[in-house]
């Protein structure tokens, strides 16, 4: 069973930046696309960013393109998320996934795993 633990989150004020960290334990990290996905009080959680297992691909919803990075270290089993220029409404629980078998990024049903999420506030 394949464990993701979330960290990095946190009140920044707008314009700020955070960056949030994904560790897994459990399987073969290397092996899996990693996505994240977010969601805010009363809407549907919405694709984020992802990334291929080898890093050589990666994935960005329009509205953090530019503006968030993410980037992975399969030697420590960790997915990482640069947030810069960060508005309100990035604000949401941020959560990271796995998924075991292909790439299909934006799509939230080919996750086989999930994190318990990491809360990003972005207020003045």
């Known amino acids: 069973q394949v464990r993701l633990v979330e960290s990095g989150g946190g009140l920044v004020q707008p314009g700020g930046s955070l960056r949030l960290s994904c560790a897994a334990s459990?399987?073969?990290?290397?092996?899996?696309?990693m996505g994240w996905f977010r969601q805010a009080p009363g809407k549907e959680r919405e694709f984020v960013a992802a990334?291929?297992?080898?890093?050589?691909?990666?994935d960005y919803a329009d509205s953090v393109q530019g503006r968030f990075t993410i980037s992975r270290d399969n030697a420590r089993n960790t997915v990482y998320l640069q947030m810069n220029s960060l508005k309100p409404e990035d604000t949401a629980v941020y959560y990271c996934?796995?998924?075991?078998?292909?790439?299909?990024?934006?799509?939230?049903?080919?996750?086989?795993?999930w994190g318990q999420g990491a809360q990003v506030t972005v207020s003045s």
């Open positions: 996934a796995a998924d075991r078998n292909r790439w299909a990024p934006r799509v939230l049903p080919s996750y086989d795993y």
């Open positions: 990334i291929i297992s080898n890093g050589d691909l990666s």
């Open positions: 459990g399987g073969s990290f290397s092996g899996y696309t």
